[in-house]
Every structure is written in C-alpha cells, then in structure tokens.
C-alpha cells in the first residue's frame, strides 16, 4: 500500500497543507517564544489558584507579573516563593492606579470577579479573569458589557480551548474532515480533593472554603463543568437545548459541604445520540481529565491531559490525513490507536517529533495566559462577537447547576446564548 492509497487519495500537497495548518495552530501562542514587546501584569488573589497563574507567567519570556494583592497576609510569604519580585499589597485599587500595569489576573473566589473586573475595565485595564466569570448569568453578563464597552481585553479563563493539539483537532481534519459528525460525547473530571480549607478563625476558614458553601458556589457542575461544556461546544461548534443532571454529596459528606461533590449532567446536541459530563472531587479513579469524542468518521480520545496524551482512532471508511502509516501506535481499549501529542517547542505541533519521543510539555494554563498576553500585545479589543464561545458556556454551565440543584431538566433557545 503506497502513501497515496493509505491516505484515500490525499495529496502530498494536500499533506503539507494540512501539516502547516496544524503547526500554525500549535506554534502561534508557543510560551517557549518571547513576546515580541515586554509586558507587565498584576494579580489579583493569591490562593491556590493565584499561585499556578503565577507559576504560568513565570514561564513566558518578556512577562513580568509586577504586583500581587490579596485581603490575607498570611498568603503573602507564600506567594514571594512562587514570584519573590513581586510587591505585595491587600488593596487591589492599588494595581489599578499603577500606570505600569497594562493588565491584571482575577483569581479571586468566583463570587468575588464581577466587581473586579468590572473596575479593572473601567480603569483601562485588560483582564485575564479566572472561569467562571462569575456564579450568576447576571454577573457574567455584566462583566462581558464592561469589556466591551471599555474596548479592553477580556479573557476568561477557559484554558483547555487555547491548548495547541486541541486547536489542531477543532483546525484541521482530525475530526474526520468538513463534514465531519459527532456522535457522542463524553467528559470526565475526576480529582478527589477536599475544596473544604482550614482557617486562623472561623470566618477565614469559611472565606477560604467557599466553594463548598451554596451562598458562594454551585458547585462542580460550575466550576469544574465549565470547562468541559466549553471545550465540547468548542469542539463540535454547537450549542445543547437541554441538560439535567443529578448531584450527590459522597465522599466529603461530613466535611461540612452544601453542594455536591460529584455531578453528572446529561446535555442534547443536535444531531448527537448523547453527551455525558461528569465532574467529581470525591474520586481520582479512572483519571483526572478524560474525553472521548465519537464522529462518524474517528474517536479521539484525550486521556489525562495534564500528561498531554490523545488517541486518534480512524474508522474504515473515515477520512485520512496522509501521515497515518507513519504515525506511533499503541493499543488501547483493544483497538490500535494513533498517538497525537501537544508540544510546546519552536516547531509547535510536530508528526515527526512525536515519533522520536515525547516532546517538551507545557500546561495548557500557559498557553491560555500566553493567548491573553498576545492579544493585549495586539490590542485586539474586546467584542460582543468575540465573547460569544465563553458567554455560551457560562449560560450552560450556571443553569446546568441548577438543574443539579433544582432536580429539573433545563432547555435553551438559541438566543439565550446571545449577549444582549
């Protein structure tokens, strides 16, 4: 069998062209490059969370994270382990009247974004703020007018759609070409981890546990969901027109919880016999972050993607890109599978690279903040357009939460996903 035959009649032209697409999609927000003009940035909410952003920024070249604020000093000898140039400050006014911070980073308790941001934009600052936006529609709405009428940047922190293998899959043909159609879905985020947090006093410990609490969060199917329900509708470019779910709280039921530790919702695409989403504290079996995506054409399956591993299964009958009887193999749920990997150095995304071992890693967190910085670095203002993908996600996740909450079934009309 030569290369034309195995390809179903791809070109090498063809090839190359889809090659070079791929390697676009992947190199363009590369951290291992240096960004093109310096850029100073200011954070907003040294917890856990607060700390990785700050890790992230670290990593790209030309980034200077100037500032860190948070109400609590006892975070403040933590963070000058994780960024010991940046000044510390309990007041966030104090990054906004800093003429030399061109954007800053919310990663505060979702509760807490919309006054913010909502001040960081109307300051002229550009924000990177943590998903979600915020835990009512209300709120996500209202952020998203600020930006827009600021004509500043606004990036929610939807970080696994700005990760380059998953562009490459939503770019090229992967998905099995133009006419490519999903078939189910399924998303699993397992991380058993008590969100329940200790505390000097009990105030602090409940301010520091608020995601266990439903008068400041919804829960998994929130902040955990909403980047699954993104990275789907990013994936197949649709929108459900219902969801349910249920919710249970399991293995920190005695932890002093108001919300489920696990969820599982169940969401209608059109056209897709189904698409399950589960997302749970409770356990780690099976993996933290898993999809599998079924077209009629292939299966990609993303296990752990942390560890940036993707399978590719290619039906019979399924379109091909030309490169497959090269690729590295292994099997995997008794098929064999090609393996697809992220890489993060100079050539981007890399066939041939792959085959010689595995490339540099770098988490997808650096990829969504490098997207950010890019865009300011272009100021590329912030358009009711441009926000349409995160508003979307939000609308779904919030009300997918209560349902979980309400014991309902949900169902959407598409202006619904429209930011007014």
């Given amino acids: 069998m030569d290369r034309r035959e195995f390809g ?4 090498l032209v063809g090839l190359a062209a889809a090659l070079a697409r791929a390697r676009r999609a992947a190199a363009q927000y590369s951290p291992i490059q240096p960004l093109t003009a310096p850029c100073t940035l200011g954070l907003i909410g040294a917890g856990l969370r607060g700390k990785e952003l700050a890790r992230a920024a670290a990593q790209i070249p030309g980034l200077r994270l100037k500032t860190v604020c948070d109400t609590a000093l006892a975070e403040q000898p933590k963070m000058a382990v994780v960024a010991p140039q940046a000044e510390f400050v309990t007041d966030y006014r104090r990054l906004l009247d800093d003429r030399a911070i061109d954007g800053v980073i919310v990663a505060t308790p979702t509760h807490q974004h919309r006054q913010i941001a909502v001040d ?5 600052k550009h924000v990177y703020c943590e998903a979600p936006l915020a835990g009512s529609i209300d709120d996500v709405a209202a952020i998203c007018r600020a930006a827009v009428a600021s004509g500043r940047i606004l990036e929610s922190g939807l970080w696994r759609r700005r ?13 099995g070409g ?5 078939v189910s879905l399924r998303s699993q985020w397992r991380q058993r981890f008590n969100w329940r947090r200790d505390g000097a006093t009990p105030g602090r410990a409940h301010e520091r546990s608020w995601r266990i609490h439903a008068d400041t969060s919804l829960g998994p199917a929130l902040e955990l969901g909403i980047h699954q329900i993104d990275l789907l509708n990013f994936w197949t470019g649709l929108r459900p027109t219902r969801v349910s779910g249920v919710g249970q709280q399991t293995t920190w039921a005695d932890q002093g919880w108001d919300v489920p530790d696990t969820t599982l919702l169940t969401l209608d695409y059109p056209g897709v016999v189904h698409t399950l989403v589960e997302s749970s504290t409770a356990v780690s079996a099976g993996g933290r972050l898993e999809e599998v995506i079924m077209g009629d054409g292939a299966v990609l399956y993303l296990d752990r ?42 050539g981007g995304f890399s066939i041939v690279r792959s085959e010689a071992g595995r490339p540099p890693w770098t988490s997808p967190l650096v990829h969504s903040l490098r997207w950010f910085v890019d865009r300011l ?14 508003y ?6 919030i009300r997918a939460a209560g349902a979980v909450r309400d014991g309902t079934t949900v ?4 202006d619904d996903f429209k930011l007014a």
């Avoid at 960081?120 to 002229?124: D, N, R, S, V």
Wanted: aromatic share 10%.
């Fill in 411 to 414: 169902t959407f009309a598409p």
């Fill in 120 to 124: 960081a934009l109307a300051t002229g």
């Fill in 163 to 175: 990760f380059p293998l998953y562009q490459v899959f939503r770019s090229t043909s992967l998905g």
């Fill in 8 to 11: 179903g009649g791809a070109t």
């Fill in 377 to 390: 670095a272009g100021q590329t203002p912030t358009t009711a357009k441009s926000l349409t993908g995160a």
């Fill in 178 to 182: 133009d006419g490519w159609r999903p």
């Fill in 392 to 397: 979307a996600a939000h609308v779904i996740a």
């Fill in 305 to 346: 993607d942390e560890h940036s591993a993707q399978y590719w299964f290619v039906e019979p009958s399924g379109q091909r890109q030309g490169w497959e009887i090269y690729a590295r193999k292994r099997e995997l749920l008794g098929e064999l599978a090609i393996v697809l990997r992220g890489s993060a150095d100079e």
